[in-house]
């Protein structure tokens, strides 16, 4: 049964520490993305790739926020330092997408709980 | 500022209950989808509209999107308590470098008493 696979499922770590969240995407699906699930804000979307590709990440704050994917069955998201407000799920999915094609399937994995103490 | 405006945030009711969930944007979208996730998990695809105007039929939930494509619904029939969740709309872009970009609402918990 074909899944996407995040490591960590949880983590508790301390201001100014460096946290690095891993995901396994469904083999053959070209997009990844990365969310940030908390009670106040909802999902949002932190950054996505295609093909490996980034395509924005403008959800991110850059200066201490980095998503990678450095082959096709691994993507990365890494915030260093870590801040308690970085606190929150964060959700890796990945889909099929065909230009001009609508709706492609996001599937999610079953997050990473991060909390910054 | 949100993209997409879910309402109501929090629904309960009894076992049995009908129900209705919207889903606004001045934007126009794609394509609409909606997801259900569960406490621990990742959402779920229920299912995506993508026609203006079109209707989808799930056993008890009805999907509707707006002939605009900007707004859509969720009905839910005679609700039970598996139904408890919390229900997310997501409006998706088919055109240029943004195609398969997918924006979250910020999500509707149902509770279903039984």
């Known amino acids: 049964d074909a899944r996407v696979t995040q490591t960590p499922r949880h983590k508790v770590t301390e201001m100014g520490q460096e946290v690095t969240m891993r995901c396994q995407p469904i083999?053959?699906?070209?997009?990844v993305f990365w969310y940030r699930q908390t009670m106040m804000q909802g999902l949002e979307l932190l950054a996505y790739?295609?093909?490996?590709?980034?395509?924005?990440d403008s959800g991110m704050p850059k200066d201490r926020f980095s998503a990678e994917m450095p082959d096709a069955t691994l993507a990365t998201l890494k915030i260093q330092p870590s801040e308690p407000r970085d606190s929150a799920v964060y959700f890796c999915?990945?889909?099929?997408?065909?230009?001009?094609?609508?709706?492609?399937?996001?599937?999610f994995g079953e997050g990473s709980r991060l909390t910054v103490l | 500022t949100q993209l997409l405006e879910q309402s109501p945030q929090f629904l309960s009711i009894q076992e049995g209950e009908n129900l209705t969930v919207y889903c606004n944007s001045s934007?126009?979208?794609?394509?609409l989808q909606w997801y259900r996730q569960e406490p621990g998990e990742g959402p779920v695809l229920l299912v995506t509209?993508?026609?203006?105007?079109e209707v989808k039929k799930l056993k008890r939930l009805t999907f509707q999107f707006g002939d605009a494509r900007k707004d859509s619904s969720l009905h839910i029939t005679a609700a039970q308590p598996g139904d408890t969740g919390l229900y997310l709309c997501?409006?998706?872009?088919?055109?240029?470098?943004?195609?398969?970009?997918?924006?979250f609402g910020q999500g509707t918990i149902l509770t279903v008493h039984p």
């Open positions: 509209v993508v026609t203006g105007g």
């Open positions: 997501a409006g998706g872009y088919a055109g240029g470098t943004s195609y398969g970009k997918l924006t």
């Open positions: 083999l053959g699906h070209n997009t």
């Open positions: 790739f295609r093909n490996r590709a980034p395509l924005d």
């Open positions: 934007s126009v979208f794609s394509s």
């Open positions: 999915a990945s889909g099929q997408w065909l230009a001009g094609r609508m709706g492609g399937e996001l599937f």
